[in-house]
């Protein structure tokens, strides 16, 4: 029984009777998909409803601990200690391994029908279901995997990849594995896209989002060619015209604005959009506050941090440098909030749900700039780069004027930093330079290392509090610190095996291999 219900465990869609109950009842009754219109519904049931940000984002150096004198969740604690989590909410591992297995059976139950459709080629549909297994994995693995490293990938765990309904699989495999099963599904779906069959395509992978998800998958599987070209066909011709309009944020009234702007479907830069069962945008805004996003990282290594195009709240032409809210505990941008789901008209009970703008044109920019970087393609890379501060800087604020970056002008600039030191034991050591230690593939002292401290930093902001800055830090080995008040800090190191996150407790139990620690 152990091994039949290893995904069982995790998935959570039915008691545990008996083994033959899994492979007895099917979600959806996949016999009666047999048009076209049911496939179209039973496909949007395939994005998962569990969100990796918390987990990513706290185990980060984006957050650090205010001290003892603050509340805080048990398992903010946990996130932030790289231990194995003990709760069980909506943004905890079990719950985002439950959601994301129920969305891969559902995006099997959909592929296993679409043979029944006869009254339309159902091939868009299939396109969107294998994208929708495809990135749902993907998004575990950057969870509970190690990053990338092909001279390690035979060697690294990876998840199990179900890709029949109601066949559980019971063995994780190894990385390389799992990879090579993400690429087969995005190459076999992306010739089938099609858009025109979508009635609210922002929320589901329209050709946009799936070429960035494309991009953003082959740059993490050290394939930067091919991220080039594919974010390329997501950004189109004139990608400057889709990047975020920051102008129209600055005359916004307050953080509710601002926050609906960002999420909307009327906005050029969002390409997807995914809702999820979270409490992150309660926790980010109003939450506890003694593992958050305090002030000093704010100042130090993010938004207020010395870079060409300035650095504090006045000095500083980053638009979002003036649109950050909360305390000296708490500061936040109004990217993700709570949105309640209401369950009775008196609108007193319902679900919290988080929006998350889960592929844009600014993060495709950033993708393929990355990846020209690395191909040492830097006139391509500087104009990206360029075109992204063009779309996040103003002109001129207090002492500051938006710069046009050059390779002297990078290596000038970071060449002239400190270096932020493995162990950082004071506020004073905090800073933007962390030395790269990239996993798997290399890259040159000098202009290439400088260039992708600027790059970084520029994910590091676009992506704040979604959880991709870990998995940068994953990706390139970067050594960070997690100071603890009254305890000894906590350090992770290149390669740290903790930085795959570990397994639901019951899905170990249930006989799946746990992730190793040290």
């Not at 001290?67 to 003990?86: D, I």
């Not at 207020?304 to 979002?320: D, E, H, I, V």
């Not at 001129?396 to 970056?405: H, Q």
Request: proline letters at 5%; one cysteine or more; glycine letters at 6%.
């Amino acid at each position: 029984m152990k091994n039949l219900n290893i995904l069982l465990a995790g998935l959570g869609l039915i008691a545990l009777s008996s083994c033959n109950d899994f492979l007895d009842k099917l979600p959806d009754d996949r016999a009666e998909v047999n048009t076209f219109e049911k496939a179209k519904k039973l496909v949007a049931s395939a994005y998962s409803e569990g969100s990796p940000d918390f987990l990513m984002e706290w185990s980060s150096d984006n957050v650090i601990d205010n001290g003892k004198t603050f509340m805080y969740q048990t398992n903010q604690s946990e996130v932030y200690r790289w231990k194995p989590v003990t709760t069980d909410g909506n943004d905890d591992p079990r719950s985002v391994w439950n959601s994301s297995y129920r969305a891969v059976g559902h995006a099997n139950e959909v592929l296993a029908s679409l043979s029944k459709v006869k009254d339309r080629d159902p091939s868009p549909v299939r396109a969107e279901a294998l994208l929708c297994r495809a990135w749902t994995m993907f998004r575990l693995s950057n969870i509970f995997c190690m990053a990338y490293d092909g001279t390690k990938a035979n060697q690294y765990l990876g998840l199990p990849y179900p890709k029949e309904p109601g066949v559980s699989v019971n063995e994780r495999g190894t990385l390389k594995q799992l990879y090579e099963n993400i690429n087969a599904d995005i190459e076999e779906a992306l010739p089938l896209l099609d858009d025109s069959y979508l009635t609210a395509p922002k929320y589901h992978f329209n050709s946009r989002a799936a070429y960035a998800f494309a991009a953003r998958f082959n740059l993490y599987y050290g394939q930067w060619q091919k991220a080039i070209d594919y974010a390329t066909k997501s950004l189109g011709s004139a990608p400057s015209a889709d990047l975020r309009n920051w102008p129209h944020y600055k005359t916004l009234s307050g953080s509710v604005d601002i926050h609906n702007a960002y999420i909307s479907s009327s906005e050029k830069a969002n390409y997807m959009l995914q809702t999820a069962y979270s409490s992150l945008g309660r926790l980010i805004s109003t939450g506890a506050l003694r593992f958050n996003f305090a002030q000093q990282v704010i100042a130090k290594e993010l938004f207020w941090a010395p870079m060409p195009w300035g650095r504090g709240s006045q000095n500083n032409t980053l638009y979002q440098s003036r649109m950050l809210y909360g305390n000296t505990q708490l500061t936040f941008f109004p990217k993700i909030m709570s949105e309640m789901q209401y369950t009775n008209a008196a609108k007193t009970a319902g679900y919290i749900h988080s929006l998350d703008a889960v592929f844009t044109a600014d993060e495709t920019l950033l993708v393929r700039a990355e990846a020209e970087i690395l191909l040492k393609n830097y006139t391509a890379a500087l104009a990206d780069m360029n075109a992204w501060v063009v779309s996040h800087t103003e002109e001129t604020a207090g002492s500051a004027t938006r710069p046009t970056l050059t390779e002297a002008s990078i290596n000038s600039f970071f060449n002239g930093l400190p270096t932020v030191p493995a162990k950082v034991m004071l506020d004073a050591q905090m800073g933007i330079k962390k030395p790269l230690h990239p996993q798997g593939f290399s890259v040159e002292d000098g202009t290439q290392t400088n260039m992708l401290y600027a790059l970084l930093q520029m994910r590091r902001i676009e992506t704040w509090q979604q959880g991709l800055r870990f998995q940068d830090i994953k990706r390139y080995g970067i050594e960070i610190t997690h100071r603890i008040d009254g305890e000894d800090p906590l350090y992770f190191v290149a390669g740290d095996l903790r930085g795959a996150i570990q397994l639901p407790s019951d899905v170990i139990n249930s006989g799946l291999q746990a992730n190793p620690r040290n």
